[in-house]
């Protein structure tokens, strides 16, 4: 489990963290790239600025509860998703009302 950690700038490109907990983790800037994320939790996790292009296994769920911005690299049919998008939207907006994210903001409505 890698829960709470600050994994800002990390290279995992291709690792193998299928399963694995990344519950308010700060995953800002960090290379994600090729990474299988099968199944892999992200409740409160930062994507800001990530690149999840070529990700395996991640999916808009997963998102959920997640923190991305524009800067956050997603794979193709990830970026292209309307939830996807106005999970987007919706934490940028949290940021200009509430200054930087303490907390990820709630997910959009279905």
């Known amino acids: 489990m890698l829960n709470g ?9 291709g690792a193998k963290l ?4 990344f519950s308010r983790a700060r995953l800002c800037g ?7 994320l099968l199944g892999a939790e992200f409740d409160g996790a930062e994507f800001d600025g990530a690149d ?4 395996a ?4 769920a997963q998102l959920s509860g ?7 690299v997603l794979p193709g ?10 999970r987007k939207a919706a934490c940028l907006a949290w940021r200009d009302a509430h200054g930087p994210l303490s907390a990820p903001p709630p997910a959009p409505a279905s």
């Open 18 to 21: 299928a399963g694995v907990g």
């Open 52 to 55: 999840l292009r070529d990700v």
């Open 5 to 13: 950690a600050d994994l800002s700038a990390a290279r995992l490109h």
């Open 66 to 72: 997640a923190v991305v911005d524009d800067a956050t």
């Open 30 to 36: 960090a290379g994600l790239g090729g990474a299988d």
């Open 57 to 60: 296994g991640l999916t808009a």
């Open 77 to 86: 049919d990830l970026a292209a998703d309307p939830w996807v998008r106005a």
